[in-house]
């Protein structure tokens, strides 16, 4: 056996390892970018010496293996995978697909999930499958049913049978205070977006599937049995799917050109951090169905489309040391130090390690080889360890007994995960995060005033509480190193007008234990003032959305304390203040342009107006191709045909009379 033969007999047992892992037990063990290079390395040597290539070569499948425990689904058309495109590559993909620079491209970012397959029966939601190897996939229908923007049911006239594909993801904001709540329970966290969604799509129990916050966003309609198409080009099927009621990527985009195909990829890259849910790159197809066909499918991949990577967000790198620091609620948080490692062009050389129970969870050493995952606008944090790389000096890690700032012993309640310093005001570390935390962006948005101007503040003891903020004068900041009158004054200009700002901002800015930027909104929608939320008692706060008895009680024990009580009032007397709260529905026609036209005879139809524009949606005078819902009454004339004109000619209008147009604005949470 020569070297060739025995690294394709080393790679493929090695990627259908991590394959299992990472697909059927949802424990991946290297990050993507190792996996892909292992991939490609096997590849190339099949490639060149076709006759190495083992029967169970994971190039061959296109995903994992059906998990025991769910139904396999054969895919009537199989799920296929696209060819990969990278920066050196484009132009030369870019040519494969079209010389043409007036080819019509659709554009859309790769959402990185877990790809699905729902088919409607009649407009029922019958079936729903996982990718699997492409061919054979999981029936997962029951979970699904519980995600929330998957239309069960479709509204307007589909075709008997219509398969709609797409990828299950958890928006990022979301899986971090998913993450957030798990942490501070002691409960194990979810390692990255995509296997938050993979996982919970594979649960056995579809109740713990309700539970995390997952979204569907469709991508593509398979083409009906007869095989006539439904749309003619692939934008125009995204837009269909919309009007259909699923969820579609707002940054979805026609272009004309390879020339836009490369600045939609590098718009799409800068916005990457902007974007709610996570992505792996851009996925660039030519738009016109009959050209698509003419183009065809080579290699089981479709010769008239790509996916182009953007670079990795999780990579391997050494765990050299752990530092300890101190929270602003006296939590003690461990902090990695690696050796720098450039993760997607950022050198990364701190993660968080959250805390004590996380340390023991990933079973880490110092030395041990770790995989570091850098989420856009987060700390980075180790996702997991190698443990088959742990060199032979690795040195346990030993968390601190005291306060590495006031050295007060520490201490942690038996049923929460987090050691916490017991100097409360003596630990100046404490303090210092705390004034940190008001100031900043998410909290009181004080511009100009950033962590070590607070430190230097605080030193001089300039400010000790957060209403000493409100009282401080130019002069005060002048003698800080390089501070000018000119700054100085627009600092003091900043803080005042920092001083109108919003109840949830106001109270996540207190830095109430457990009370983060969601409660603070929750709470503030709850209770409308901060008279009542203070004034509150346990069990009238318990009843707020998402607030527990945990967090609740530490409510009660902020504002049952005199000291806090004082800021507060201080802080009200310096002037601080926000717009009473109004009640926000959360309706599902949130920014849809409707027309009503003709005479009605259940609701008036001013009121019918008044309750679509109460739920954020558009009502408009007349129809065009803009109109997402017409709705008609009695005698409706002009409108009725102009819309049914548009329908003919594809756009996709919902055309409801009035009983229907109800019950459809109801299912919605209109309140008519
Ligand atoms: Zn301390």
């Given at each position: 056996m020569d070297f060739l033969e025995s690294r394709v007999n080393f790679l493929t047992d090695e990627i259908n390892h991590h394959n299992y892992k990472y697909y059927v037990l949802d424990e991946p063990t290297v990050p993507d970018s190792e996996y892909d290079k292992l991939f490609h390395e096997l590849k190339n040597i099949e490639l060149e010496h076709p006759s190495y290539a083992r029967p169970d070569s994971p190039t061959q499948r296109v995903?994992?293996?059906?998990?025991?425990?769910?139904?396999?689904?054969?895919?009537?058309?199989?799920?296929?995978?696209?060819?990969?495109s990278f920066p050196h590559s484009v132009d030369n993909d870019l040519k494969k697909l079209t010389d043409d620079e007036n080819e019509i491209f659709c554009c859309?970012?790769?959402?990185?999930?877990?790809?699905?397959?729902?088919?409607y029966v009649n407009g029922i939601l019958t079936n729903a499958a996982t990718r699997g190897d492409g061919e054979v996939g999981e029936d997962i229908l029951a979970n699904v049913k519980t995600i929330k923007n998957v239309p069960l049911k479709l509204y307007n006239t589909v075709p008997e049978i219509l398969e709609v594909r797409g990828e299950i993801v958890m928006p990022k904001a979301k899986f971090e205070a998913y993450n957030e709540k798990q942490r501070e329970l002691g409960k194990p966290a979810l390692k990255n977006p995509r296997n938050g969604a993979a996982g919970s799509v594979r649960q056995l129990d579809p109740a713990v599937t309700a539970s995390r916050p997952l979204a569907f966003y469709a991508y593509g309609i398979v083409k009906s049995g007869d095989g006539a198409s439904i749309n003619k080009s692939h934008y125009e099927g995204l837009r269909y799917l919309h009007s259909l009621r699923f969820e579609i990527s707002s940054f979805v985009r026609q272009v004309k050109g390879p020339k836009q195909v490369?600045?939609?990829?590098?718009?799409?890259?800068?916005?990457?951090?902007?974007?709610?849910y996570e992505i792996d790159g851009v996925v660039v197809k030519i738009d016109s169905v009959d050209r698509q066909e003419e183009l065809g499918y080579v290699m089981r991949a479709p010769n008239w489309a790509f996916s182009y990577k953007y670079p990795a967000t999780e990579e391997l790198t050494t765990l050299e040391a752990v530092d300890y620091q101190v929270g602003r609620t006296g939590a003690i948080c461990p902090v990695a130090r690696l050796r720098p490692v450039d993760i997607g062009g950022v050198t990364v050389s701190n993660a968080t390690l959250h805390n004590e129970g996380e340390i023991r969870r990933l079973g880490l050493m110092i030395g041990d080889q770790v995989s570091v995952r850098r989420a856009q606008e987060v700390i980075p944090q180790v996702c997991s360890v190698n443990l088959s790389a742990r060199p032979d000096d690795a040195q346990p890690i030993i968390f601190p007994t005291?306060?590495?700032?006031?050295?007060?012993?520490?201490?942690?309640?038996?049923?929460?995960?987090?050691?916490?310093?017991?100097?409360?005001?003596?630990?100046?570390?404490?303090?210092?995060?705390g004034l940190i935390h008001f100031v900043s962006r998410k909290a009181m948005n004080i511009g100009g005033v950033g962590e070590k101007l607070v430190a230097a503040l605080f030193d001089k003891r300039l400010i000790e509480t957060f209403a000493d903020l409100f009282t401080l004068a130019p002069q005060d900041l002048m003698p800080l190193d390089g501070m000018a009158l000119k700054s100085a004054e627009k600092t003091i200009k900043s803080i005042s007008d920092a001083k109108v700002t919003t109840l949830p901002r106001f109270l996540f800015a207190l830095g109430i234990r457990g009370v983060g930027e969601g409660s603070s909104r929750d709470l503030a929608n709850h209770f409308k003032t901060l008279d009542a939320i203070m004034n509150a008692t346990h069990d009238e706060l318990v009843e707020a959305p998402d607030i527990g008895p945990i967090t609740a009680s530490s409510i009660r024990a902020f504002f049952s304390n005199e000291g806090n009580t004082q800021v507060v009032q201080r802080l009200l007397d310096a002037g601080v203040t926000w717009e009473p709260i109004t009640e926000i529905t959360d309706s599902g026609i949130k920014g849809q342009s409707f027309v009503v036209t003709g005479s009605f005879s259940i609701v008036p139809r001013k009121d019918i107006e008044a309750a679509i524009r109460n739920a954020g949606g558009n009502v408009l005078g007349s129809v065009s191709a803009k109109t997402h819902v017409l709705i008609v009454g009695e005698k409706a004339g002009s409108k009725l045909e102009k819309a049914r004109k548009l329908v003919n000619a594809g756009i996709p209008i919902l055309i409801f009379n009035e009983k229907d147009g109800i019950d459809f604005l109801s299912s919605n949470a209109v309140e008519i």
């Open positions: 995903g994992g293996q059906v998990k025991d425990g769910f139904k396999e689904v054969k895919h009537n058309t199989p799920m296929l995978s696209l060819n990969n859309e970012p790769k959402l990185d999930g877990l790809a699905c397959s729902l088919v490369k600045e939609y990829i590098d718009a799409i890259e800068k916005r990457r951090d902007a974007i709610p005291t306060c590495p700032a006031c050295n007060s012993p520490l201490e942690k309640p038996e049923d929460e995960a987090v050691w916490r310093c017991t100097g409360g005001l003596i630990c100046d570390a404490q303090r210092i995060e």
